[in-house]
Every structure is written in structure tokens, then in C-alpha cells.
């Protein structure tokens, strides 16, 4: 069965860091752009980083980059997002996913469970 179960998040002060995992069941990483995803109350889902295939090399948003970072660990078929230096416009569920495209949900097949991550200020 092909599942994507995620982990890590919370709540965290301005500033803070906390990493987000996502083991991978089923289907591997090969042949996949393995992204992540946010949505805030109220909001639509967007794009926050991907591992694109078949390149490998990480994309992220404007709004995260030099501060969230995109790595997997193929051996474990674990993505994670490390997420540094967070802000309270970051507040969201978080979601990983896995599919063909990189910055729409909609090429994404499979996704997490959510988790949510809470920034105070």
C-alpha cells in the first residue's frame, strides 16, 4: 500500500526551528518529485519545496528559501523538511507529497496526513 506518514511539527516560538519527516511506504522516491506543501486557515494549499526527479535538485518557494531545506534519505525512503528561522506567517499544516510536477498539488498523487506547525510571536 502506497503511504506517505508524516511526523515532527508542533508549536514553536519566532525564531525557532523544527523538522518535519515523511517515511514513504509502497512506492520509493525513484522516479519521483517528493514536495512539500502548506496550508494556513482559510487559505489555499501552496508550494513550499520539492526534491524534483528526475534532476534531484531542490526548489523552494520564495517565502522559505534561506531558511527551510528540502533533503531525503533514500536508504530510509524518508523526506524531511528542516525549517529554520520560522516566522508566524509560517503557521500552516504542513503536508509532504508525491507525484510528477513540482510547485502544483494537483500533479501530486499521493499524500501525508498533515501535521501542524504553529509559530508565536
Known amino acids: 500500500q502506497d503511504k506517505l506518514v508524516q511526523s515532527g511539527g508542533g508549536l514553536v516560538q519566532a525564531g525557532g526551528s523544527l523538522r518535519l519527516s515523511c517515511a514513504a511506504s509502497?512506492?520509493?522516491?525513484?522516479?519521483?518529485?517528493m514536495g512539500w506543501f502548506r496550508q494556513a486557515l482559510g487559505k489555499e494549499r501552496e508550494f513550499v519545496a520539492a526534491i524534483r526527479w528526475p534532476d534531484g535538485r531542490p526548489q523552494y518557494a520564495d517565502s522559505v528559501k534561506g531558511r527551510f531545506t528540502v533533503s531525503k534519505d533514500e536508504a530510509k525512503n524518508t523526506l524531511y523538511l528542516q525549517m529554520n528561522s520560522l516566522k508566524p506567517e509560517d503557521t500552516a499544516v504542513y503536508y509532504c507529497?508525491?507525484?510528477?510536477?513540482?510547485?502544483?498539488?494537483?500533479?501530486?498523487?499521493?499524500w501525508g496526513q498533515g501535521t501542524q506547525v504553529t509559530v508565536s510571536s
Open positions: 507529497a508525491r507525484g510528477v510536477g513540482v510547485e502544483i498539488p494537483q500533479a501530486y498523487d499521493d
Open positions: 509502497g512506492r520509493t522516491f525513484s522516479h519521483y518529485t
